[in-house]
């Protein structure tokens, strides 16, 4: 499974960004996909998942201000950032839990992360 994720870039505060990231590969079936961050010098940090069943999870620090969607076709993963802070600079990564066909294991996969930078 690849993850391929775009939509980064620089944004003032309180401006608005999407990301996007884009499976492909082998998938038979996907269990959860989502978003981590990491900020110069922190740990990378869960943004939110959207669970089969649509079922979603926020960070504390974003929820109210950020949204996961999927696509129609299950492969696509949204991130709608609006009311940027500066502590939202970070590497954004995308994250899938999937199984590559019928009978395998649940493997973890990551995109190469894309920047975002909020700054004025």
């Known amino acids: 499974v690849q993850l391929q994720a775009s939509g980064g870039g620089l944004v003032q505060p309180g401006g608005s960004l999407r990301l996007s990231c884009l499976a492909s590969?082998?998938?038979?079936?996907?269990?959860?996909m989502g978003w981590y961050r990491q900020a110069p010098g922190k740990q990378r940090e869960l943004v939110a998942t959207?669970?089969?069943?649509?079922?979603?999870n926020y960070a504390d620090s974003v929820k109210g201000r950020f949204t996961i969607s999927e696509g129609n076709a299950k492969n696509t993963v949204y991130l709608q950032m609006n009311s940027f802070k500066p502590d939202d600079t970070a590497v954004y990564y995308c994250?899938?839990?999937?199984?590559?066909?019928?009978?395998?294991?649940?493997?973890?996969?990551w995109g190469k992360g894309t920047q975002v930078t909020v700054s004025s």
């Open positions: 959207i669970s089969r069943g649509d079922t979603t």
């Open positions: 590969g082998s998938v038979f079936m996907f269990n959860r």
């Open positions: 994250n899938a839990e999937a199984r590559e066909y019928s009978g395998s294991v649940w493997r973890n996969f």
